[in-house]
């Protein structure tokens, strides 16, 4: 389908209401649209920011039909989407990204496969779909990681595996199709947001510095800390996976820098990363606006950097006594009396341990300074 240009007020629709979908909101109503969301979740974070929302399951029948009816565009907020929907709504209103698209990014075998095919390097991987795929020689995947090659995030569905008999041993757990993949040495890990318009004009945030802490998204810091030579290849290689893909909409590649100094390509996300939240407060656009841009066919705007940040998560662990009864919500006073610091809550009633619940991005002269000054606030809620 060509890509009309879509307007305010025309209504927009969203696969999903977690904070991915709440900032999408946020932004396409400070745009001036009107949205739809769907999500079974009547607690959805972004149902209180929505038009209408659609409190049934991403397959049910009734409920896309009436998207498909009444949505200008449609878009998604997590790659588990069912493709299938995504490919039923295609038929009957503009879907971006694809569910093509989505369909390869949800699963690592096709993902590390396409990366491959277009010239992207990626650690040593082996497609694991049954028993005997271990019999092998596994000399070059090991030590390694044996991760599900479908529904995993946040480090979940994953072992680590050193010996042949540890990888056999893990696949009989997990019990599904799986990836072996060579553990590498890694210096750091960056990633790359990338926007692509359906005429295929492209606009790339500033690479992302990520830390990680128990598998989750820790902090991210920009500009990241690698040579504008390195920072230029990731973005050019996340610009080389949206253009093979096709691809309409904002497009999340991740990726590790090696002890070497190489760089290889880990995954993909067919949508706003959180990685990306920095650009709440720190650019000249959002990825939430990019991602409603692309969709009404509008070109991306502009991604520059107005200044260095540290985007810090706020998981559930900072709400003292969470996952109990006695949960309370943190003192937010130190956070909220920075001057360039931003607090994003995401409205989750309930607080979990590992629950992302917010973020807060700092803003200072250099990213170093910013991931101090984080460090410390969060701190003082712990
Ligand atoms: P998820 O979908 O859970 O984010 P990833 O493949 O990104 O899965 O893995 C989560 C984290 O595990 C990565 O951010 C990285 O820190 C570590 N990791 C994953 N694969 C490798 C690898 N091949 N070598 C070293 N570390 C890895
Ligand atoms: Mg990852």
Redesign the pocket.
């Known amino acids: 389908m060509s890509a009309p240009v879509i307007l305010p007020p025309a209504r927009l629709g969203i696969l999903g209401g977690g904070q991915l979908g709440r900032m999408f909101v946020q932004a396409a109503r400070t745009m001036g649209y009107t949205v739809t969301v769907l999500d079974p979740d009547p607690d959805a974070p972004a149902a209180e920011f929505a038009n209408l929302h659609l409190c049934a399951a991403f397959d049910d029948a009734e409920a896309l039909r009436q998207l498909a009816d009444s949505c200008a565009a449609i878009t998604t907020e997590f790659e588990n989407v069912n493709a299938e929907s995504m490919r039923w709504l295609a038929q009957h209103t503009v879907v971006s990204p694809r569910g093509e698209c989505v369909a390869v990014a949800q699963d690592r075998i096709r993902e590390k496969t396409f990366f491959q095919q277009h010239g992207l390097p990626v ?1 040593p991987f082996l497609p694991v779909t049954q028993a005997d795929d271990l019999d092998s020689d596994l000399s070059d995947y090991l030590p ?2 044996l ?1 599900t090659a479908r529904l ?7 072992q680590r595996v050193r010996t042949a008999e540890e990888a056999r041993a893990a696949w009989q757990q997990l019990g599904v199709p799986c990836v072996l ?4 040495p ?1 210096q750091l ?1 960056i990633s790359a947001i990338v926007t692509r318009a359906a005429d295929g004009q492209m606009a790339v945030f500033p690479i992302a510095e ?1 830390q ?1 802490h128990q ?1 989750i998204l820790d902090v991210t810091l920009v500009p990241a800390r690698v040579s504008t030579d390195l920072a230029q290849a990731a973005q050019q290689a996340a610009c080389r996976v949206a253009a093979a893909l096709d691809y309409v909409g904002v497009l999340a590649v ?1 990726f ?1 820098v090696l002890e070497d100094g190489l760089l290889r390509v ?2 993909m996300a067919p949508r706003p990363h959180n990685s990306g939240h920095y650009t709440l407060d720190a650019t000249v656009s959002s990825q939430f606006q990019q991602q409603v841009r692309a969709m009404c066919g509008l070109p991306p705007a502009a991604t520059d950097l107005l200044r260095p940040v540290a985007m810090l998560n706020l998981l559930g662990d900072v709400w003292p006594g969470a996952g109990t009864d006695a949960c309370r919500e943190p003192d937010w006073q130190p956070l909220q009396a920075e001057a360039q610091g931003f607090l994003h809550l995401y409205g989750k009633r309930e607080a979990r341990i590992g629950r992302k619940m917010a973020h807060y991005n700092l803003l200072a002269d250099q990213a170093n300074t910013a991931a101090e000054r984080v460090a410390v606030l969060r701190d003082t809620l712990l």
Not at 152 to 158: A, L, P, S, V
Not at 181 to 184: F, T, V
């Open positions: 650690a390694g990681i991760k995993g995030y946040d480090g979940k569905g994953q993949e060579k553990m590498l890694l890990e990520n990680h598998g991740e590790f880990n995954e």
